[in-house]
């Protein structure tokens, strides 16, 4: 469970997010959606805590983590430019989690194992990303945040660097995936189609702030303001 407790983000005199109160449940799938620029990675990156706040508190499962340092949140970062260490092989990059965490070499080979079955990794283990596809490479990113079994995966945009063909397959796996690990997923997005068809609910924000939260219906049948509505393409 994660709560947003008036979450605020200052760079300079410039605001960014602003007064953010959400509150997401176990086993959710929400989207932060939203135009460029409107701080959904600032947001979301908070919540991981690579950035610090200007005002409010992130609670998950009740314990105040604001100043707590990432690795210590039980949330797991999946980045837009997926952030694998190119000299490393796919192997170790799955298991670079467990290794920092001090685990045996033979708990770091099974967890990677049945992580990588589950992907659809296996027979890539022994490469390194640079000889991996767009996807395959979307796909390790995932493997890397799902071996710490993290209370909740964030997510920036990770179907970006894919082609249209293959953002559409992966929307339908990372559904499926949600539902077997049923595990919370943050999840942002500019774009409203992957918002529409993945979220359990979308919490849309425009200049830092939310303008609406709820189920895509609720967003699309009953936009709360004119932004609501340009941005779902509600009919008038
Ligand atoms: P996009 O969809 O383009 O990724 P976003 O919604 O993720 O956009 P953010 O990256 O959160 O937007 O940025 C929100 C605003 O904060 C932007 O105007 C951005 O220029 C500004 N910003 C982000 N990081 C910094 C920083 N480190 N220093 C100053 N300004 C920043
Ligand atoms: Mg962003």
């Known amino acids: 469970r994660i709560r947003l407790d008036?979450?605020?983000?200052?760079?300079?005199?410039?605001?960014?997010?602003?007064?953010?109160?959400?509150?997401?449940a176990d086993g959710?799938?929400?989207?932060?959606?939203?135009?460029?620029?409107?701080?959904k990675s600032t947001l979301l990156r908070m919540i991981a805590g690579l950035e610090s706040l200007s005002t409010g508190r992130i609670l998950l499962d009740?314990?105040?983590?604001?100043a707590t340092p990432p690795r210590h949140r039980d949330v797991a970062m999946v980045f837009q430019s997926y952030a694998l260490y190119p000299h490393l092989t796919v192997a170790k990059n799955i298991g670079f989690p467990l290794r920092t965490r001090g685990r045996s070499r033979q708990q770091i080979r099974e967890k990677v194992t049945d992580?990588?079955?589950?992907?659809?990794?296996?027979?890539?283990?022994d490469r390194r990303?640079?000889?991996?596809?767009?996807?395959?490479?979307q796909r390790v990113a995932l493997a890397r945040a799902?071996?710490?079994?993290?209370?909740a995966f964030l997510m920036d945009?990770?179907?970006?660097?894919?082609?249209a063909a293959l953002r559409s397959a992966t929307r339908t796996e990372l559904t499926s995936l949600h539902r077997?690990?049923?595990?919370?997923?943050?999840?942002?997005?500019?774009?409203?189609?992957?918002?529409?068809?993945?979220a359990s609910r979308i919490a849309l924000l425009n200049g830092g702030r939310v303008e609406q939260v709820g189920t895509p219906s609720e967003l699309y049948d009953a936009p709360r303001s004119t932004f609501v509505a340009a941005f779902l393409g509600s009919p008038p």
């Open 6 to 24: 008036g979450v605020s983000k200052r760079f300079g005199t410039t605001p960014v997010v602003q007064d953010v109160n959400l509150d997401i």
């Open 28 to 39: 959710e799938f929400l989207v932060l959606l939203g135009p460029s620029g409107c701080g």
């Open 62 to 66: 009740d314990v105040d983590v604001t």
């Open 115 to 125: 992580v990588a079955t589950a992907l659809g990794l296996i027979e890539h283990l």
């Open 129 to 137: 990303p640079g000889a991996l596809s767009g996807g395959q490479r």
């Open 146 to 151: 799902m071996v710490r079994e993290p209370g």
């Open 157 to 163: 945009e990770p179907l970006s660097n894919l082609d």
């Open 180 to 198: 077997r690990l049923a595990t919370t997923f943050l999840y942002v997005t500019h774009d409203q189609v992957e918002a529409m068809t993945m």
